[in-house]
Antibody, heavy 119, light 110 residues
């Protein structure tokens, strides 16, 4: 069955960077885009961007452009989200989710990774 | 991109039906038939309930249905059950390979 397993919680200081991983199993990694969605404490879901694991192509929400880097390692079916210049309002649970190529809905989600930013 | 607009909360008694609205613009909800709905219980990852406006994934109860009119999409839950109590989020394709979520609606089963 399909699984997306994310890396563990992180604590970072303002101005630092964080890299979260999302390991896929149970399907062909390159058949589905990996999207990243975050959720600040007590808040709603916020779409951040996607990576095409086949080509490595990416796209992100305008508000994150310049601060977010999405990469993948096809050999281990893992996608990565790196967010730089962290601020306190980046404290959130970060989810990865898959979307079939040319699809428009997130059918499987990772368990989430809490990133806490505090001095 | 502005978040889609959802009511902050809705409530209903067991057995009743409720509807959650999701209002966007002609650039997202109104321009594409690509609205999806997610259920999220506290501390859990979201779960896909409806996609492409009205399609149900395998395993999702037929008590959940979706529709759209103009710039507003709706999720209806019939025969409310205690386990339906959760947060619900809509999401729409917004063009240029981007997506936008709604602010979320807390459903309380009285």
């Amino acid at each position: 069955q399909v699984h997306l397993v994310q890396s563990g919680a992180e604590v970072k200081k303002p101005g630092a960077s964080v890299k979260v991983s999302c390991k896929a199993s149970g399907y062909t990694f390159t058949d589905y885009y990996i999207h990243w969605v975050r959720q600040a404490p007590g808040q709603g879901l916020e779409w951040m961007g996607w990576i095409n694991p086949n080509s490595g192509g990416t796209n992100s929400a305008q508000r994150f452009q310049g601060r977010v880097t999405m990469t993948r390692d096809r050999s281990i079916s893992t996608a990565y989200l790196e967010l730089s210049s962290l601020r306190s309002d980046d404290t959130a649970v970060y989810f990865c989710a898959r979307v079939v190529t040319r699809g428009t809905h997130f059918d499987y989600w990772g368990q989430g990774t809490l990133v806490s930013v505090s001095s | 991109q502005s978040a889609l607009t959802q009511p902050a909360s809705v409530s209903g008694s067991p057995g009743q039906s409720i509807t959650i609205s999701c209002t966007g613009t002609s650039s997202d909800v109104g321009n594409y038939n690509f609205v999806s709905w997610y259920q999220q219980h506290p501390g859990k990852a979201p779960k896909l309930m409806i996609y492409e406006g009205s399609e149900r994934p395998s395993g999702v109860s037929n008590r959940f249905s979706g529709s759209k009119s103009g710039n507003t999409a709706s999720l209806t839950i019939s025969g409310l059950q205690a386990e339906d109590e959760a947060d619900y989020y809509c999401c729409s394709y917004a063009g240029s390979f981007t997506f936008v979520f709604g602010g979320g609606t807390k459903l309380t089963v009285l």
